[in-house]
């Protein structure tokens, strides 16, 4: 079930991201380690009365930059602003309203979105600054006074944010669907893919601007199944802003990634892995997204005995936290073994659902524990209890034992690899959690 999305937007050094922290209720860095994958944070998730939801921290909207640069961040900003349910404009009363606030409002109201309009750095308590008054003049109803760093009018605009967010029922209404994000680098082909499917293997096809948390998700109903299409293309790297474009690109990546079911991952033959493929890759893997890489314009490839094969091996050493995903090579200009991918998405989507009995899991953990024993340290050994599954989407599972510092990472890592290798689990990663005598078991 997609949640209710509420994205931060304003002009630089109005306190967006010390609000966006406030609402997390944590300090998010902006790099979180991941063995094999770091990522940028721009999303997290937040609950109020009782309703979970995303937010979202954009950059700054700066209209005097560079014309170059204007274009990227207005781009970036009507990203956030078309995704969105709930928009929260951040000003401050100290400049008072701006001519850069004046044109964000302009944006705003065209896009048609429930804006929240808060002033902040509005620190002192008791009475209110008459200043705020000015800011009635953007045309977005009452402002909220904020004080981001002290936490006061946080409350308001959460109620606020609540008022507009969509019935809990219509976030049900598409479950039946698989929603199926296409992810990549720009120019990969996600756009010529979604183009292909759309145009070969269409039954029924709505295309919904606005209706959908996204600018356009397209439907597909086909001898298949049924499934909502999330396409993420549209992004040009520009030679002067590449590291803001890239930048662009995961935020756009991360927000189709967030509302997905199963995830495409495109990438280049050409090119093999890159960078920002293992970046983008390290999304689907740590959102716990059910995958699928699909390697594309396999048909530009000059091929030689095994090339298949040779290429499937490099994906897996630089993609070394993804060995789970099957690998499909395709050409999204022929049309070449594209009728596969909508197997290997069934495929993965059912495997992510899968739910394994406490006594089949325990079978297989004494035959574990059997060919391999648990490790020791300094004459004490791990005892494993029991393991037992919590969750879907990513399959979930806890481990009971003695001591969990007993329990390296290597071994647990072997149990995953048994539980695999006799259940299977393709396409999905799956977590493991590990629990001593004593825990809380809530």
Request: with cysteine; aromatic share 8%; charged share 25%.
């Amino acid at each position: 079930m997609a949640k209710p999305l509420v994205a931060i937007v304003g002009r630089p050094n109005v306190g967006k991201s010390l609000l966006f922290n406030r609402l997390c209720g944590q300090k998010l860095s902006i790099v979180e380690d991941t063995p094999g994958v770091t990522r940028d944070r721009l999303y997290a998730e937040c609950e109020w009365r009782g309703r979970t939801f995303n937010i979202v921290d954009t950059g700054g909207i700066e209209p005097r930059a560079d014309n170059e640069i204007l274009l990227f961040m207005r781009e970036q900003a009507m990203l956030a602003i078309n995704s969105a349910d709930v928009i929260l404009f951040i000003t401050e009363i100290g400049t008072g309203v701006t001519a850069a606030d004046e044109e964000v409002a302009t944006m705003l109201q065209r896009s048609g979105k429930p804006v929240v309009l808060c002033v902040n750095k509005m620190d002192s308590t008791g009475t209110v600054n008459p200043d705020i008054y000015e800011f009635y003049s953007l045309g977005l109803g009452d402002p909220i006074a904020l004080s981001a760093v002290h936490g006061h009018g946080t409350d308001e605009i959460l109620d606020a944010c609540f008022d507009y967010f969509p019935p809990e029922e219509a976030e049900g209404e598409e479950d039946e669907r698989i929603r199926v994000a296409v992810i990549g680098k720009p120019n990969v082909g996600k756009s010529s893919l979604v183009n292909l499917v759309l145009g070969e293997k269409r039954v029924i096809v709505a295309n919904m601007p606005g209706t959908t948390r996204d600018a356009v998700d397209t439907e597909l109903d086909n001898e298949h199944g049924k499934y909502t299409f999330i396409d993420t293309a549209g992004i040009r790297r520009k030679s002067k802003v590449d590291d803001r474009i890239e930048k662009f690109s995961v935020m756009r990546a991360q927000l189709a990634i967030e509302r997905a079911d199963v995830c495409l991952i495109m990438i280049d033959a050409r090119e093999g892995v890159t960078e920002q493929d293992t970046k983008i890759a390290g999304l689907a893997h740590e959102a716990g997204k059910a995958s699928v890489i699909v390697v594309n314009k396999w048909d530009l490839v000059e091929k030689e005995t095994n090339t298949m094969e040779k290429m499937r091996k490099d994906i897996y050493r630089d993609l070394s936290f993804m060995t789970y995903a099957p690998i499909v090579f395709i050409s999204a200009l022929t049309g070449q073994r594209t009728n596969r991918i909508f197997e290997l998405i069934n495929y993965v989507n059912e495997q992510s659902h899968m739910r394994i009995t406490t006594g089949q899991l325990n079978n297989v953990l004494a035959d574990a524990q059997a060919h391999t024993q648990p490790p020791t340290d300094k004459g004490k050994r791990l005892k494993i209890y029991y393991m037992t599954q919590t969750g879907v989407c990513p399959p979930h599972f806890v481990i009971f034992c003695n001591d969990r510092e007993l329990f390296h990472f290597s071994y647990q890592r072997y149990i995953e690899n048994q539980v695999r290798s006799v259940f299977g689990l393709e396409g999905t990663p799956i977590t493991i959690a590990i629990r001593q005598k004593g825990d809380n078991e809530e």
